[in-house]
């Protein structure tokens, strides 16, 4: 009778502790006001193989930089870090400025200037492919936002034109 108790306790008290396990819930901008805390969730990765550049044939792509101001909405923090990637690219610092990025990703994984950034720097040292991965992960998150999504869309032309 006590091994049943002692059983059936165990069971209760795992799955009381099984049930404040935190669970990822994707948030959406319109439902909560946006957290000061860092995301606990790291980007996710691309498994791809880089391949290094072939030889331009072709003209090289043209320099891709914001044509619309596109604040984000809700967490400075992130306008702040895309300032800065911008920045970096516009002095030809491609490395920083997708570090820069990657921070802002981390921060909001659903903006999609992010991706932007980060593909149009990727551009710029010849990594089309995996600018263009960025490109497809950036369009579906630019939905609100027409500005970037029209830039998104002209820079997977140029990529797509450049092959």
Same mark, same amino acid.
């Given at each position: 009778?006590?091994?049943?108790?002692?059983?059936?306790?165990?069971?209760?008290?795992?799955?009381?502790?099984?049930?404040?396990?935190?669970?990822?819930?994707?948030?959406?901008?319109?439902?909560?006001?946006?957290?000061?805390?860092?995301?606990?969730?790291?980007?996710?990765?691309?498994?791809?193989?880089?391949?290094?550049?072939?030889?331009?044939?072709?003209?090289?792509?043209?320099?891709? /930089? +914001?044509? &619309?101001?596109?604040?984000?909405?809700? %967490?400075?923090?992130?306008?702040?870090? $895309?300032?800065? @990637?911008?920045? !970096?690219?516009?002095?030809?610092?491609?490395?920083?400025?997708?570090?820069?990025?990657?921070?802002?990703?981390?921060?909001?994984?659903? /903006? +999609?200037? &992010?991706?932007?950034?980060?593909?149009? %720097?990727?551009?710029?040292?010849?990594? $089309?492919?995996? @600018?263009?991965? !960025?490109?497809?992960?950036?369009?579906?998150?630019?939905?609100?936002?027409?500005?970037?999504?029209?830039?998104?869309?002209?820079?997977?032309?140029?990529?797509?034109?450049?092959?």
């Amino acid at each position: 009778m006590v091994t049943i108790q002692r059983l059936l306790s165990l069971i209760i008290l795992s799955g009381l502790l099984g049930g404040c396990a935190q669970v990822y819930v994707p948030v959406s901008e319109s439902k909560l006001p946006p957290s000061n805390s860092p995301s606990t969730f790291p980007p996710p990765e691309t498994e791809s193989p880089v391949s290094p550049p072939a030889e331009a044939e072709s003209e090289p792509v043209k320099r891709i /930089e +914001p044509t &619309v101001s596109t604040p984000v909405k809700g %967490n400075s923090a992130v306008a702040s870090l $895309l300032e800065e @990637a911008w920045r !970096l690219n516009r002095a030809n610092d491609y490395d920083r400025s997708n570090a820069v990025a990657e921070r802002a990703m981390r921060i909001d994984h659903a /903006e +999609p200037e &992010v991706y932007l950034v980060m593909a149009s %720097n990727y551009v710029a040292m010849m990594q $089309l492919q995996l @600018a263009e991965q !960025l490109v497809r992960q950036g369009l579906p998150l630019a939905g609100q936002k027409p500005g970037v999504k029209a830039e998104l869309q002209s820079l997977l032309s140029r990529i797509r034109g450049s092959r």
